[in-house]
């Protein structure tokens, strides 16, 4: 199962605060996903930190992207993950309203 999203806003409190609320309708869309949303939003802090803060006129933009897939269905879950992966971009621009 996979998902992506993109969220910006004016500071990095707010991007990481929506990104999360995004994280969170993935879970409720993908269940299989809570297994990795903690994992991510750690991601996520830590790739808006790398960033500087958005000046006047600047927002912070944060694409999230995962993916988790399993071999045995009939397996529970988390115990027959063979792939995963999250990635995390971030970045500063003029905002555009």
């Known amino acids: 199962m996979s998902y992506s999203f993109a969220v910006k806003a004016v500071t990095k409190a707010a991007a990481i605060m ?19 949303m903690g994992k991510a939003a750690k991601i996520i802090d830590i790739v808006v ?13 944060i694409h999230v992207s995962g993916s988790l897939g399993w071999r045995d269905y009939s397996a529970t879950v988390a115990e027959s993950f063979n792939n995963a992966s999250i990635h995390v971009s971030a970045h500063v621009a003029r905002s555009q309203d």
Do not use: I
């Open 18 to 36: 929506a990104a999360n609320a995004k994280l969170a309708e993935v879970v409720q869309q993908q269940p299989v996903h809570a297994h990795d």
């Open 49 to 61: 930190g790398m960033v500087e803060a958005p000046k006047e006129g600047e927002s912070v933009h």
